[in-house]
């Protein structure tokens, strides 16, 4: 693996030994110190080893397959490192086994605090680093086609489908869950998914999102600098820049906080964009961007409490979206 990625040439691998092992959500991830015999300056001291749990191997799941596509389709075709070196990447289509061995950064980077909120300069880091990358794939003709694929605009109805039985079965066990506005909410929304999605099928102005920008999947470099690298890209698609904005502005922070921040942000995130690239996209085209966004965010905690996540989890976030299409007037677009 190291040969081939050019990292070993007169050395060889003496010892691996196993530094730290842990589970995820949905994967098992160790850490490797690596020794060698001879000269090997440039081969890493220690990886960072991510693959399948067994549990899983039955399943739908398809994480894993996912980003192990991301990483070698999409983040080697990239001028930079967005996310960590990938020095080997596997998908079994039989037995679904997976594994992606990467550069491990534990030494060179660290990431917010996980359960607490971002401070504004690391927000800021994250909103510039998700503008660099959304800039590098916007409107890039391999979009839909060596680079992930379009949505069939005949799918609608069977997504609308699902999402209605997923939400009856919500109101069905958690009958407390929503207030009859927000049901009412909820079914306009289902009405005008297919005017909304409009937006996307024009192919104008997209890019490939990572899907998971929580502040926590960001690792920022220690000593500053612009080397921000982001983590587990399963979710990644071709889709509205702002729906990654929205994602860890909207579901994952207090929406005091978020208000604070917000605008800041925002702006800090259209000027990134334009200083990479991005032409013929205002700041009034992402702040119409980011209202859509907000407004799908809705879902989100309906399919998480459809895959039977604990409701602590997933009703913060449901409050903390309908909190947010009443604070950007997302209402508007469903009349």
Known sequence: MLRRRGLLSASSVRRVDVLETRETITALVRRLRVAYDGDAADAPATLFVKSGLPKFAQTPRNEGREEVAFYESVAAAMS????????????????????????????????????APPGLGESVQAVRALARFHAAWWDDPRLGRSIGSWLDPDGMPDFLSHFSGALARLADRFDDALTTSQRELYQKFISAAPRLYERYHSH??????????????????????????MVDWEGWTILVAAMDLAYMMILHWQPRYRRALEPRLLDEYHAALLNYGVRGYDRRALDDDYRFAA?????????????????????????????????LGCRELLA
């Open 80 to 115: 930079y490192d967005a996310a960590p070196r990938c020095f080997d990447a596997s998908w079994d289509d039989a037995t679904k086994a997976w594994h992606l061995v990467l550069e491990d950064l534990e030494d060179s980077h660290s990431s917010p605090k996980v359960g």
């Open 295 to 327: 407004l799908w965010q809705i879902t989100i905690p309906i399919w998480q409490a459809d895959s039977d996540m604990e409701r602590p989890f997933w009703e913060k976030r449901l409050n903390r979206a309908l909190v947010a299409v009443d604070d």
């Open 204 to 229: 104008r102005n997209l890019t490939v999102i990572h899907g998971d920008a929580h502040s926590w999947n960001f690792l920022l470099p220690r000593n500053g600098g612009d080397d921000v690298r």
